[in-house]
């Protein structure tokens, strides 16, 4: 074969590897070629049909997921047995990270909306990768952690901005703000 096409057909089998795809999530940026693959040993990969339920709410979280394809409502249930939508997800997104670390109930619900491709990362082989190669483990539990660290910044930054417009609202009338 002409070496130009086959270097053509391997990057493309290189774009679509599930390397290559962890190594573009902000949580695993900063792993070596080396860790990637090991990662990539232990993840689990699943497709999901349009509407089904990968959890619900209340449910014990054991890991997180991440969307290699297609597309995850996010939603909590209310009272009156209908459903508050949290967040759309899409393809580079993940979801339940927080329960990687500390088994908790979830907080919500997570239902495709479309035929889905996720990849989890669960509690239970963390813990093993963290006995075989601590090293490994630790470096993608900072990745996750750094990430996590950054949305709640984010969060906490979002809250006072909206806490500063509420105070701005509600004060009294003919008051200076």
Do not use: C
Not at 53 to 58: A, P
Not at 74 to 82: E, N, P, T, V
């Amino acid at each position: 074969m002409d070496p130009l096409w086959s270097n053509i057909f391997r990057k493309k089998l290189d774009e679509d590897s599930l390397t290559n795809f962890l190594k573009n999530l902000p949580t695993f940026s900063g792993l070596r070629h080396k860790d990637l693959r090991t990662l990539e040993a232990i993840v689990h990969q699943r497709n999901y049909k349009p509407n089904e339920l990968v959890f619900e709410e209340g449910d014990p979280g054991s890991g997180m997921y991440m969307i290699r394809g297609g597309s995850v409502r996010i939603f909590a249930r209310l009272a009156d047995g209908g459903e508050d939508e949290l967040a759309i997800l899409e393809s580079g997104d993940f979801f339940g990270e927080t329960t990687l670390t500390a088994p908790a109930a979830r907080s919500a619900s997570a239902r495709t909306m479309e035929a889905t491709e996720l990849v989890g990362l669960f509690r239970s082989d963390l813990l093993e990768l963290s006995e075989r190669q601590p090293s490994v483990a630790n470096n993608i539990l900072f990745g996750i952690t750094r990430v996590i660290s950054e949305r709640l910044q984010a969060s906490s930054i979002e809250i006072r901005r909206l806490q500063n417009q509420l105070g701005e609202h509600s004060s009294p009338e003919g008051a200076e703000t």
